[in-house]
């Protein structure tokens, strides 16, 4: 975990661009060739990201960053980011590289009985001792490691404290709620292409989430691996485990999962990655996911120039989801009178006044497919707050939010561009009950066979053609006709006293 030094300029507040979730050859389903060097090279160099959080696998590694064989065998992952890539990282920025750039090494974890889980804990101060201890432990705890892999003095320091949990769906609560406790502020647990298999249920995301609100505050509502033949690589039949416009379904369906959570009022945020472990094959066969700010990019507004202020700025809310390049700034407002709130906030007033919301956003003359991209609309969704719901319940099991609909599609007879360049556009609306609103938009009108009907994406189809070059092709043809992004939702509270 290290970042560059705190005394570099930057504003306080700026939009950065990043992500969590990105594989070097420390995993050992990455390629080889996919070192550490070159997978930062092409985020910051070729892609200009701002930041980026390594989230190699929380298994046994068993090469270096670098690609190298580790002498003597496999270690486990903690130990790897101690022994190389941390160092490799230093190495990098103090020969010139990288400059004002954030990096952190987070991992990504196999959450017992479930699914990956992306996580980071920043410790105290990015690239302590205290941070890879951390790792170190989490990696002792909450996988089957051998003991013996682990210092002896550390362990039985541990075992004063904690018992090891790495089994049963409890046991991955155990590790939830040990974050909770220990780096309340200082780590995230986001959960990592949710629907790629048939093992979660709404009422796990709100255990989560009761357990560990300030650690499990999001998932990846766009998963990366899009170069994959089936968009996202789900590779499952059943339509709620598919990605539709390269949006998992529980992000894509109006009405369903994250909008039954938003409308329990959860601070609960969607995020997108590349999950790059390769574009393509060093043997020209497979295809996998994007490089990091390739296709695939989170805008997090964040006050501060650390690792930590990242984080901050994940967990506050105030980021938007994009692919392809299909916007690269947004300004979401609702306001009244003085009062405003924007992604991540919560607008204070009372029933009957009268909220304006208004959108403003840019696009890129060109993306990295060097087309043209031009948003066709934008969706203003609305769903009614009507609080947390109680475990044990009905309604703790209901994965629908029958409230939430588009209230609003904005076209380009709807927005005006202003003397910077946005396009701009305003809407009026009644306070009536406690509600969100959320944004989505696209490239595709509301009718395209095979990718939209009446405003809605319709499931990804699989690319299936034998010869690999032309498949790798239409693959991303594929990707980059359909484009889309979403924002984080501003909450609308009635009980308010403004």
């Known amino acids: ?34 070192t550490v060097q070159l997978l930062l090279d092409k985020a910051f160099d070729t892609y200009s990201m701002d930041w980026i959080a390594i989230s190699d696998h929380l ?49 990504e974890w196999d959450m017992p009985t479930y699914e990956h889980v992306g996580i980071g804990i920043i410790g105290d101060q990015a690239g302590s001792k205290e941070s890879l201890k ?60 949710p629907s790629r298999k048939t093992v979660y249920k709404i009422s796990d995301f709100r255990d989560f989430n009761n357990l560990a609100p300030d650690v499990a505050f999001g998932f990846e509502g766009i998963p990366g691996n899009q170069m994959e033949p089936d968009r996202g690589g789900l590779n499952l039949a059943t339509p709620e485990n598919r990605t539709y416009g390269g949006a998992d379904y529980m992000l894509a369906k109006v009405g369903g999962t994250w909008d039954a959570l938003l409308g329990e009022g959860r601070k609960f945020w969607s995020f997108s990655n590349s999950d790059s472990h390769f574009e393509i094959s060093d043997n020209r066969l497979y295809s996998s996911g994007y490089w990091p700010g390739q296709y695939s990019k989170n805008y997090t507004w964040v006050n501060g120039n650390t690792a930590q202020a ?39 007033t009372k029933k009957g006044k009268m909220m304006t919301i208004t959108i403003r956003f840019k696009s890129p003359e060109k993306n990295n497919n060097e087309d043209k991209v031009k948003v066709d609309h934008v969706d203003l969704i609305a769903g009614d707050v009507t609080g947390k719901v109680r475990p044990g319940t009905a309604a703790y099991n209901n994965a629908t939010n029958s409230t939430t ?75 980059y006709k359909d484009l889309w992004f979403y924002s984080n939702p501003i909450f609308v509270d009635l009980n308010g006293k403004h």
């Open 405 to 479: 609909k588009v209230i609003k599609r904005f076209t380009e007879k709807d927005w005006k561009v202003d003397r910077n360049g946005y396009y701009v556009m305003k809407y009026k609306i009644k306070a009536t009950t406690n509600q969100y609103f959320r944004l989505r938009g696209t490239n595709l009108g509301l009718n395209v066979p095979g990718e939209m009907k009446k405003g809605e994406p319709l499931i990804d189809p699989r690319t299936d053609i034998e010869d690999n070059e032309t498949r790798f092709a239409e693959i991303n043809k594929r990707n």
């Open 59 to 107: 298994r046994m590694s068993s090469r270096d960053a670098e690609g190298n064989t580790v002498p003597g065998g496999p270690i486990p992952l903690s130990q790897g980011l101690a022994q190389y890539q941390i160092p490799k990282i230093k190495e990098l920025q103090e020969a010139g590289k990288y400059k004002n750039k954030i990096i952190f090494s987070g991992f």
């Open 1 to 34: 975990v290290y970042a560059k030094e705190k005394n570099e300029e930057q504003p306080i507040g700026h939009w950065m661009k990043g992500e969590y979730h990105a594989h070097t050859t420390q995993s050992d389903d990455a390629q080889q060739s996919q």
């Open 134 to 193: 951390a790792a170190n432990q989490f990696e002792y705890l909450f996988t089957n490691r051998d003991e013996k892999l682990f210092n002896s003095n550390d362990v039985a320091t541990w075992k004063k404290n904690d018992q090891r949990a790495y089994t049963t769906a409890e046991d991955a609560r155990i590790a939830l709620n040990w974050l909770e406790k220990n780096y309340k502020k200082t780590s995230y647990a986001i959960l990592n292409h």
């Open 310 to 348: 990242i984080v901050n700025g994940m967990r506050s809310g105030k980021s938007f989801s994009v692919n392809g390049d299909l916007i690269n700034e947004l300004d979401f407002k609702v306001l009244r009178g003085a009062q405003k709130a924007e992604m991540g906030e919560q607008l204070k």
